[in-house]
Structures are given as C-alpha cells and as structure tokens.
C-alpha cells in the first residue's frame, strides 16, 4: 500500500498519525480496511488491534476479509472497546462470531452454552469467563452496528441479563460439584437491580439475595441453611475469582436482610420474619426487582409471591417518600468532589433520577394496579404512560432522556470493560465517545448530556407533582389529570395524612386565571416536593396558604419566591418542619422577605439589631407603640435565628450566641425606652446571668439577670431605677401579638425579698458578709447584659473573688452545692416524667454537665485565669488542656451537652413548647430528628444515642461531682 499523507489520515479520523501509519504498514490489504476504519468510533484504537490481529491471526481474520459486512462489524467493536480487541487477540477462534448476522440469544440459548461451556472438568473457570467475553462480544456487535442504537438499548440490557443468568446458573453448577451434600438443600438465587430487572449494564456487579428451605424431611432448616451457605459462597467466588482467563463481575449480596452484617443465607420464614418487623421502606423499594434466575426457581417464586403484598403497600408506611428522597439527595452528596459533573447514574438528573420517578409512581399505584407490577424501568414507564399516571409527551421525553444516557452508559463501560458510571475526563475519550454516537464534536456531545440531565431533573417534578395540580385546578387544556382516587393516593404517599385537605389548599391557591394564581401553578410542583421531604407536610401546606392569602397583595411575594428558587425551598422547609418560626410568621409575614437573600439569613449581631429597635421608637410618639416595634423587630430576629437553623444548620454555639445578642439589644432598647418617662433615674447595668450570661440561650429561655446602678448619695436614686425597670418588664412582658421576654430577676441577693435594684457597694457588701454558696456558684455564668458597660465590668471585677475564691471552694461548700442540686432535682422534675429522658434534669442532662463544670471553674478559676468564662465548652477545653478533666471524660461531658442542647432547641423549634423532655411519640421524635438533620426513620437511633451520651455524661458527674468511685 501506498503511504498516505498526513492529511488523509487525519481526513480518515485518525489522531495520530505517525502510529497509525505504523500500523497500517503491518496491516495487509490495508486499503480495504481503511474506509471502514473511518466509520469506527476510534480509528487509531482499531487500527493498532486490527495490526495486532492481523500479525497473531492471518488465518481467522482471512475468514473475515471478503466479507464487507463481517469487516464493518469487527472493525466498529475494536474502534470501541480495547478490552474486547485483547479478548481477540487472545481467543481467535471468536473471530468467527463476525461472519455471523447479529442477533439476540434467547435466555435458554445462553445457558446451554454456558453449560457447555463448563462441562469439561478441566479448568471449568476459565472456560466460564471465555464464555462470558465471547457473549458480550456477540452483544457489542449487535450493539454496535445498529442503525438506532438508542432504541436497541432495552434488547441490549436484556441480553446483558440473560448472559448474567447463564454465568450465575454455570457458576452453581460448579458450585455444586464442590459441596458434595448440596442436594439436601433447595438454593434458589434471585436477581436484584438492575439484573433483576433484565436492564443490565456491559460490567456491573450483580446483586443478589439466596433464600433455601430442606429438600428432605431428613434435612432441618438450619442444616439447609449451612449448606445452601456453603453453596452460595462458592457461587460468589466462581465469579468473582481472578484466573488466567481473567475474572467476570463481583457477585453483590449486600442487599440481604441486615446487609452484609445478615446472613447469607435465609429461609423463607426467616425472610418473612425480618421483612415484617424490621425491613426499612428502601429495602421493599429494592425487592420491586426481584426476579428468581438461578437454582430452585419455584422457590425463587415463592418468595417474590410472599415479598409481594409488601412491596405493593410500602407506599403507605410513615416516612416513605422523605426516606426516600433523603437517600436519593445523600447519594448525590457523596460524589466525590473531583467526579461532580461527570456522573451518568448518579448525578442530579442522571439515571437513578428517572429510576426513582419511575419507581416512586409505580409504588404508590402498584397497589391498586397491577399492570404496574413490572421490574424493568422501561417497560414501567411505559405502562405508566398507558395507565394515564404519566403523561404520554412527557413519557416519551423522560425515556428519550433515560435511553441516551445509558447508552452513554454503555458505550462508556465498553471501552475498557470496566465498571464506570462517569464522563471521560480526557480528550481522546470524549472523542472517541463523540464519534461513536454521532456527534461532530465532543462538545455537542456535552452539550446533549446536560441537556438530557436537566430534562429529567424538569420532567421528574412534572410527572410525579403537576399531574396532581391539573386534577384540583380546574385548568383546560391537554396536560394529564389524576383520577381523583390516583390523586389521594399520590398525595399520601407524598406524607400527607389529610390529602382531600391538602388537595383543598392546592385548588384554592393555583385556581383562577389572575397572575397569584398562574405563578402558583408554576410554584405548586417544586413546592409539593419540598414539602414532602419535611417531616410534616400537611402543615407546612396549611401555612403555605395562610401565608400567601396574607401576602396576596404584596408586589414582590410571589415573585421572588418563582424567581428566587432557593427562598422557596427553604420556605417549604420552614414551614412544613417548625410550629415555633409558622408562629412567629404569621404574626408578621413580611419577615419571610429574610428569605430572599442569602446575606440577610445569618444572624445580624448586637449593634445592628440595636440600632434597628432604636430606629423603629424613634418612628413613634408613644411609649406603648415604641414597646411593641421593639418587641416586633425581637420577634422578627428571632424568625431570623430559627430560619437560618432550620434552613442551614447553625450550631448549638452560633444559636446561643444570637439569641444573647437579641435580648441583650431588647433589654436595652427597653431600658432606654424605660428611662424617657422617669426624669432623675440613674444608669443601670444589667448583669446576664445564667444561660444568657453564657450566651448560651436557648428558644424560648427568659432572661435571668440582676440590676445594678452606681455608688451614689441620692436616696431615691434604687427607687426611681426601680420604676425603670418595673416599666421595662411591663413593655416586655405585657400581652400582644409578640413573645414575650421575661425578664427573671430572683437570682439577686435575698431573692424575691430583696431589692429589686442595687448599688455596686451594696453588692460588694452583701456578697463579702452574707452570700450564700449557691449564690457564688450562680455568679459563675454573670456577664454583660445591658447598659453602661463599664459598670457592668466592674460589678464582674468585684464579684470574680466570690466565684473564684483564692484555694478553691471548701468541703462544706461542695456538699451544700450537692444538696442544693440534690433538692433542686426532686422539686423541679415533673411529676411522672422518665428522668433517663429529660434533657435538662435528667441523668448526664444539662444540669448535671454544668454543676460539675461550675464546681471545677470555682475550685480552680482563681488560679486558672482562662476558666474564667461563662461558657460551658469553653470551660470545658480549658478543663481538658489544663488536664482536670481526661480526654474521655471531656468528651463525654461535651457530646451530652451538645446533643441534649441540640434536640432541647429542635422541640423548640418544632412544637413552640415543652422542650426539656425527649418527644415519646415517634412521630415528633421524627420531625426533631429531620430538624436535627439525621435520615428519616431514625427516631430510635436518636433516643439510642441520646440516652448512650446521657450514660457516659453521668458516669463523669458521678465521679467528679458526686465523688463515687
């Protein structure tokens, strides 16, 4: 053959041309191979393994050669697949499959080959993985050479499963003959996934689960057990092994009862045991594919025929569409960071998208039809299409969508014969890519794929979510409708309880032709799916409404949230999972404008929240109407705090600390309000004492504090203070639309008895010669409060030797303390409360955690400067650095305190009341848990690990605090 320029190779589609040209000189008859060579998806990939093949078998490939078509088609699967050419190049007599028109084995074609395959004793692994490459090479070029191979797909993955059938069944086979007794045990092997469902992929792993029962009366079920056991592992091991021939796919058990902690093996009683009392709702999501493919096939039956009626009501269990989704968006969370972008199955709008639609729709009108008792995602969708659950241009969009990306899937898999769900990253993948699926450029092919990613991200609201919309908005046109029953049952599965309620609702908001109404309608989907993801929905639903009737007039409302997707999601969010931030709305919903931007959803800080209150009583003329723009820019904060926890996460420190600085700006707005109307009061220092002085607040906490005013000769000067601060508690404290901040003054010197206001000498005076040694120990968490702060930080200079008294605190203080406590517990429990439950009071609770913190601050704050805080886990790593505590016992004390914080503030949040005890209803305890950011359906978890936390703390204080060994 002539040499050829550079240009024409490159005109040929070859990369690199000087190792083309190389391989074109060792190629004979040359010229006749290279037009085809253009038409491969890889020219220089072919070229190279056509070299090789035609250096190692001139003979096979001369059988070839004569035959356009047979060249056509050996030459696209080399352009295509590197691992398949080496196959070739290994097992030349497989040359001979390209002389053959392509076409599909029937399932029982397949197993009697590989039957055949491994009934020759010698080597029968080997000759199962020849058998194996030699099928999916079949598949490749009938894959390969089709004119559509988009609509070929289902055919394909359907081979590819049938070919797993035929390995699995010779693998038993061999399996068989390694354990001589196998005959006492019936073994059936059921495909799950995507094998399952006759949708596979070229390489993937093929998940399993074994079930056995005695073939005999003289065989147990135990006995049936171990040797279907001994079976199963030799099953596994027969595919998976590695030998000269190479090795197939990883046989996946991991889907069992228990995973991989289960056993292997089950019987049916056992099976129905665990999927009765203890399967969770994703392992009934995964038994919809469950098909028998090898062994005792009847066996396999029974137990897809006993698995049914469970699979079909799953749609009804509590949790089932959160859990769901929940798995679905943590799936997506754990890409990897450098894979982001490149995921084909996993990614957002990637294959398991459409699979869980598919699925999700399927379950929830599978129990009432059962023509949509199908495993296989194609079929599924179309039969949901057929049965008006999809509609039939969207159904037609979706599995466009789905094909092309598995096809990208395939193609992607092929090249190595690996197990690969992502993009190349490498130019001469992404060319080779490109040109085996027809596009010019691999950046059309890019660009198809996004395409089709954000098709089924569109689509999967549309198809689950808008039919629901048509059936209760009373729109005309095309788009589909929900029979109504079809309508309640998707709504129930979405998490309502009320759904004829919640459909209510959507008709009154998304009725009408006017511009609230049609925004509605574009909102409707997206927000029924976040709403469905929150603990509860038909609450969230019910607000949803309210808001937007009291917002029907706003010009800016329902724009911004169709605008600002993100306000939306986290308004749903907001109001389908905390009662406490739905009070403190509805009371002033314009605040959900705190929502629109992300700069404004973090808590503003002290000077800033000052300064809003001073301007709103600047704006008004009477005190009472000053008093309550105060109490409503507070309430609008705290809207603020409780949105920005709920929608991002704050943690227990950020919380406390920006509820502090909202009742510190409250207080002293309060107080410079207090103080217009009483000429003559002197300047007062409020000292925050307890869980606001440690800026540690909780929602819902009043504020403990204590009033000082400065040295002075004037005698009314504590009474007119007196009067200040009588007003301030009264503006704060007085009934209205706002919450209410109590402001606790017992903690002062003689409690209630004493004088509500004092100078600093008479504090110094009484805390030297009368103070008690709680009262010492109460100081341990004083800090600033409100007003002048240089009076306030010398009230704390004067008291740090009472709290922090030189050599510690005597034996004789630390039992008064232990008694005080002792007392304090009984009084305070609640009567019947589980005192292992309640955060506060409980065993290893908050109190407990911080009396012993305290005691240590007083023994040790004297000679320790840095435990001088006011702060719980601060005090607690100064403890731990300052080796007071161990490593351990530090651990402990913070991870109860933390816990017990966190799930104190989601009852809050969640209910608007009672936070101190754990929820006994499993229902809160789930909406704490969504709140607390744990997975659906771990309510139990939660008590577990609460009350593990809980024991450890105890154990801590029983030792440094109640000195027990």
């Not at 092309?404 to 993009?423: G, I, S």
């Not at 705190?594 to 000077?607: K, Q, T, V, W």
């Not at 754990?918 to 609460?946: C, F, H, I, K, Q």
């Amino acid at each position: 053959m002539a040499e050829i320029s550079q240009a024409e190779l490159i005109r040929y589609g070859f990369a690199q041309t000087p190792a083309a040209r190389a391989c074109l000189a060792r190629l004979r008859d040359a010229e006749d191979w290279l037009p085809l060579l253009s038409q491969s998806a890889d020219p220089d990939l072919a070229v190279a393994s056509l070299a090789q093949l035609s250096e190692q078998a001139p003979d096979e490939l001369s059988g070839i050669k004569g035959d356009a078509e047979a060249m056509r088609r050996l030459v696209l699967l080399l352009g295509s697949s590197q691992a398949l050419g080496q196959h070739l190049s290994r097992r030349h007599d497989d040359l001979t499959i390209f002389q053959d028109e392509p076409r599909q084995r029937t399932r029982q074609e397949l197993l009697q080959e590989a039957l055949a395959a491994v009934s020759d004793e010698q080597k029968p692994l080997d000759h199962l993985r020849w058998f194996n490459r030699r099928a999916l090479t079949r598949v490749a070029v009938r894959d390969l050479t089709s004119d559509d191979p988009q609509e070929l797909l289902p055919s394909i993955a359907e081979e590819l499963a049938d070919i797993a059938d035929a390995v699995v069944n010779a693998a038993l086979e061999i399996a068989r003959a390694e354990v001589p007794d196998h005959d006492r045990a019936r073994l059936a092997i059921l495909a799950m996934g995507k094998c399952g469902a006759r949708e596979l992929n070229y390489i993937s792993d093929i998940d399993v689960l074994f079930v056995a029962e005695p073939a005999d009366e003289h065989t147990t079920p135990e006995q049936a057990v171990q040797i279907a056991t001994r079976v199963a592992a030799a099953v596994m091991r027969n595919c998976s092994t590695f030998t000269a021939a190479g090795s197939i796919w990883q046989v996946d058990a991991a889907l069992r009862p228990e995973g991989n902690a289960g056993q292997l093996v089950r019987t049916l009683s056992s099976m129905k045991a665990y999927y009765e009392k203890w399967a969770k709702n994703w392992e009934f999501q995964a038994l919809l594919k469950a098909r028998p493919m090898a062994g005792d096939l009847d066996l396999g039956h029974q137990f897809c025929d006993m698995v049914a009626p469970m699979v079909w009501s799953v749609a009804g269990r509590p949790h089932f569409m959160a859990e769901t989704q929940s798995m679905r968006q943590r799936v997506i969370s754990l890409i990897p960071a450098k894979e982001q972008g490149r995921e084909i199955k996993l990614g957002a709008g990637g294959l398991r998208d459409t699979e869980f639609t598919v699925q999700m729709l399927q379950l929830v009108h599978g129990k009432g039809n059962e023509s949509l008792h199908l495993r296989g995602t194609f079929e599924a969708l179309a039969q949901l299409v057929d049965d008006a659950y999809v509609g039939r241009a969207q159904g037609e969009e979706m599995g466009e969508a789905y094909r092309f990306q598995r096809l990208l899937e395939h193609r992607v898999q092929l090249y190595r014969m690996r197990r690969t769900h992502l993009m190349p990253d490498d130019e001469a993948g992404l060319r080779r890519l490109a040109r085996g699926l027809g596009f010019r450029t691999r950046e059309e092919l890019l660009d198809a794929w996004r395409s089709s990613a954000r098709t089924v991200q569109r689509l999967h609201q549309q198809v689950y979510y808008s039919p629901l919309l048509e059936s209760v908005a009373g729109i005309s046109g095309d788009a589909l409708r929900l029979a109504p029953e079809a309508a309640r049952d998707r709504m129930t599965a979405l998490g309502f309880a009320d759904p004829d309620a919640a459909m209510r609702h959507i008709q009154s908001l998304t009725s009408g032709v006017g511009r609230a109404a049609g925004i509605q309608r574009q909102l409707m989907p997206a927000m029924l799916g976040w709403f469905a993801q929150a603990p509860n929905p038909d609450a969230g639903l019910l607000a949803f409404r309210q808001l937007s009737e009291s917002l029907k007039d706003s010009p800016w409302y329902l724009r911004a949230l169709r605008d600002e997707g993100e306000m939306a999601a986290l308004l749903a969010r907001l109001l389908a999972s905390s009662r406490y931030a739905v009070d403190l709305l509805k009371r002033n919903p314009e605040s959900v404008q705190i929502l629109a931007s992300e700069a404004n959803r973090g808590p503003l800080g002290f000077d800033r929240i000052l300064g809003a209150m001073t301007s709103a009583t600047n704006r008004h003329d009477t005190d009472q109407e000053a008093a309550h723009a105060i109490r409503a820019v507070r309430r609008r904060e705290l809207f603020r705090v409780a949105a920005a926890d709920v929608s991002e996460g704050l943690d227990i420190e950020q919380v406390g600390e920006a509820l502090a600085d909202i009742a510190s700006a409250t207080l002293q707005a309060a107080l410079d309000l207090a103080a217009r109307e009483v000429p003559g009061a002197p300047e007062i220092g409020i000292i925050a004492m307890g869980r606001w002085g440690g800026r540690e607040l909780a929602y819902g906490s009043d504020a403990d504090a204590m009033l000082v005013i400065p040295d002075t000769d004037d005698p009314d000067a504590a009474r007119l203070a007196g009067q200040v601060i009588t007003r301030l508690r009264k503006f704060l404290s007085a009934p209205g639309p706002d919450p209410a901040l109590e402001v606790d003054i017992d903690l002062r010197p003689e409690g209630k008895g004493g004088p509500m206001v004092r100078t600093l000498g008479s504090y110094k005076a009484y805390y030297q010669r009368w103070s008690d040694t709680w009262e010492a120990q109460a100081l341990v968490r004083a800090g600033y409060g409100a007003g002048p702060r240089d009076l306030v930080e010398e009230f704390l200079a004067a008291i740090d030797p009472i709290r922090y008294p030189d050599g510690g605190v005597s034996r004789a203080q630390i039992t008064d303390i232990r008694k005080l406590k002792a007392r304090m517990e009984v009084e305070r429990m609640p009567r019947g409360a589980d005192t292992k439950r309640h955060l506060k009071l409980g065993e290893g609770g908050l109190s407990d955690v911080e009396w012993t913190v305290q005691v240590l601050q007083m023994q040790h704050g004297a000679r320790i400067p840095a435990l001088r805080t006011t702060r719980t886990l601060e005090a607690l790593g100064v403890l731990r650095s300052e080796e007071l505590l161990t490593a351990t016992e530090e651990q402990a004390l913070r991870e109860a305190w933390v816990l017990a914080s966190r799930i104190r503030n989601a009852n809050m949040l969640n209910r608007a009341r009672d936070p101190d005890t754990m929820p006994s209803d499993a229902r809160e305890r789930g909406n704490v848990g969504y709140l607390l950011r744990r997975p659906p359906g771990t309510s139990a978890e939660l008590v577990d690990d609460y009350l593990r936390a809980a024991r450890r703390a105890s154990a801590v204080v029983e030792k440094l605090f109640w000195a027990k060994k």
